[in-house]
């Protein structure tokens, strides 16, 4: 699958990162730690293009020329399992604002259900949606328009992986998104799950797919 706005990441790293996340004996707290270097990753992909602005800057030794990102960036997760990769942005980039929106998937019709949306001023920002799955691309597209209703113009998705059908409805739903992904998977399965994917990913971030198993009191 080709298309010039969805950038599957070549770094090392992120394959590295990717196979524990994938694997069934990855702690919840070995998952955090890797999604926060993931997401770092992708991070710097994402805002590798971005306009900077010179600037005078004094070393011990001379006066020379340094350079700023000439755009604000805001971040904006999706709930829950976006959370996860929030803290790995906010420590890149110290001003970062930060927007959320809270969707949930009917598990019947597999369609996304906005319950939260709440951002900062997006005019002129450079806007990271933060999702780590992009499964149907019901959800992604969904909240794409809500921040380009905000005022987004530019705006980028990052996930840890993506299945051929999100990325298709999400590209057709917002003619000006970029996709960064650490993985093109193979599909979807019939309940909308991807594959090989990695699971429930909010579930294994945050430790619930062990409540009632006896792991977890």
Known sequence: MQNSRLHVSTH?????????LRSTSTTPER???????????????????MDVRDVPVTTPLQETTGHYLAQPIVAVPILRA?????????????AVSVGYIGLERNEETLQPTEYY????????????????????????AVAAKLLRNQGAATLSLICVIAAPEGVD?????????EIYTASLDDGLNERGYILPGLGDYGDRLFGTELIGTGLVS
């Open 12 to 20: 090392p790293l992120s394959g590295h990162f990717l196979t524990d």
């Open 31 to 49: 998952y955090r730690v890797l999604t926060h270097r993931l997401t770092s990753v992708l991070a710097l992909e994402a805002t590798a293009g």
């Open 82 to 94: 976006g959370l996860g990769m929030l803290d790995a942005i906010t420590e890149l980039f110290p």
């Open 117 to 140: 949306f709440k951002a900062p001023a997006l005019d002129g920002a450079h806007v990271l949606m933060i999702d780590p799955m992009l499964a149907t691309g019901g959800s992604a």
């Open 169 to 177: 409805k999400l590209l057709s739903a917002d003619d000006g998104i």
